[in-house]
């Protein structure tokens, strides 16, 4: 299936993000990243018990600011349980990693059963770390 195509569309709404310091060490700063996102299961459900295919198995958070194809993962996090409808306010917070200051465009993508994510550029936004 396409991964443009209505049904493989990303039902995000929005993200927020929320960065904070951990450790500082002679010119490298160590962040972690809070991810807050609403998602609509009504198009693409959550795995379950029941639902093993064509449904969301986890989330996953990307850095995207080299491109989608130079992507650095995050982290992830499983569906919430018993996720139907419009769910808001997912969060997930990230491990404390090292980040060059400056803009960088992070994104969240619905990762599907099989393997497949949602587009990346759905959902992502640019936070600045100093």
Same mark, same amino acid.
């Given at each position: 299936?396409?991964?443009?195509?209505?049904?493989?569309? *990303?039902?995000?709404?929005? *993200?927020?993000?929320?960065?904070?310091?951990?450790?500082?060490?002679?010119?490298?700063?160590?962040?972690?990243?809070?991810?807050?996102?609403?998602?609509?299961?009504?198009?693409?459900?959550?795995?379950?018990?029941?639902?093993?295919?064509?449904?969301?198995?986890?989330?996953?958070?990307?850095?995207?600011?080299?491109?989608? &194809?130079?992507? @650095?993962?995050?982290?992830?996090?499983?569906?919430?349980?018993?996720?139907?409808?419009?769910?808001?306010?997912?969060?997930?917070?990230?491990?404390? *990693?090292?980040?060059?200051?400056?803009?960088?465009?992070? &994104?969240?993508s619905?990762?599907?059963?099989?393997?497949?994510?949602s587009? *990346?550029?759905?959902?992502? &936004?640019?936070?600045? @770390?100093?």
């Amino acid at each position: 299936m396409n991964a443009h195509s209505p049904r493989r569309r *990303l039902a995000f709404f929005g *993200l927020s993000v929320v960065l904070s310091a951990a450790t500082i060490q002679t010119q490298e700063v160590k962040h972690s990243i809070t991810f807050t996102f609403d998602y609509d299961f009504s198009q693409n459900p959550a795995c379950s018990v029941k639902v093993k295919q064509a449904c969301v198995q986890q989330f996953v958070f990307y850095d995207i600011s080299q491109g989608v &194809t130079k992507r @650095i993962k995050l982290g992830s996090i499983t569906v919430p349980a018993g996720a139907t409808g419009l769910v808001k306010r997912i969060t997930a917070t990230s491990d404390s *990693l090292l980040f060059n200051s400056g803009r960088h465009t992070i &994104t969240v993508s619905a990762q599907m059963a099989d393997g497949s994510e949602s587009d *990346l550029t759905q959902c992502a &936004t640019t936070v600045r @770390i100093p």
